[in-house]
């Protein structure tokens, strides 16, 4: 089935540091979809991507979708406490499932 | 918009027992509805996907006799776990696709039931 992976797992930064975090595929996507779950909360949908190189912004994060619609990103610019959470990438499998990457867990540093 | 609405949001109950959670969509129809479970620091594993009026899809792995999915409305799907164990201690979470048609729809999820077997 399809899967995604997600790098890093782990990432502890200074408060107004950058954060990126990576998600890649083998196959060629439809859509990417990214979610963030704040600790001890559930996902909650940030953004889909659906078109070669599209690049969308909500604020301090801007979102990439690769040229080949395999790799996707989320950045986030100078970042601040309530950034902290785990992130989320998703990609579809089949009609209906998604499919999670691994997570990227974010802290900071005060 | 797009709420989902999960109940208990914690249980703590003894060996042997069965849990019911419940998983509504408040202000939209699902015909599908989706059940993970995620464990401590992991990703979501989807267990089964849903289907309102018909048997639940599981994913390879999945009992489906020890996760019993109901889906018997177009607002409410229920998964119970029968018979809980220790190891079935977990954080359980399910979700709804608004329109349910599509590759692109996102998935709203509830708040997440944390289950605990002692």
């Known amino acids: 089935g399809q899967q995604v992976m997600q790098i890093p797992q782990y990432q502890h930064v200074q408060e107004g540091e950058d954060f990126t975090t990576y998600c890649n595929s083998s196959t060629t996507l439809s859509n990417i979809q990214w979610y963030k779950q704040r600790p001890g909360g559930h996902p909650v949908f940030l953004i889909q991507l659906v078109k070669s190189g599209e690049v969308k912004k909500q604020k301090r994060l801007t979102f990439q979708f690769g040229e080949a619609k395999k790799n996707s990103s989320l950045h986030i610019t100078a970042t601040q406490t309530t950034d902290v959470g785990t992130y989320f990438c998703?990609?579809?499998?089949?009609?209906?499932?998604?499919?999670f990457g691994q997570g990227t867990r974010l802290t900071i540093n005060p | 918009g797009a709420v989902v609405s999960q109940h208990p949001s914690r249980v703590i109950c003894k060996s042997g027992t069965s849990v019911k959670i419940e998983c509504r969509s408040l202000d939209f129809q699902a015909t599908t509805m989706f059940w993970y479970r995620q464990f401590p620091k992991k990703s979501l594993m989807l267990m089964a996907t849903?289907?309102?009026?018909?048997?639940?899809?599981?994913e390879q792995g999945v009992e489906k006799d020890k996760f019993l999915i109901n889906h018997a409305s177009l607002t409410l799907s229920t998964l119970t776990v029968t018979s809980a164990h220790p190891e079935d201690s977990s954080f359980y979470i399910c979700?709804?696709?608004?329109?349910?048609?599509?590759?692109?729809?996102?998935?709203?999820f509830g708040d997440g039931t944390r289950l605990s077997i002692l």
């Open positions: 998703a990609v579809p499998q089949g009609a209906q499932k998604l499919v």
């Open positions: 849903s289907n309102e009026g018909s048997k639940a899809t599981y």
């Open positions: 979700s709804a696709r608004v329109g349910g048609t599509g590759r692109g729809q996102p998935q709203h």
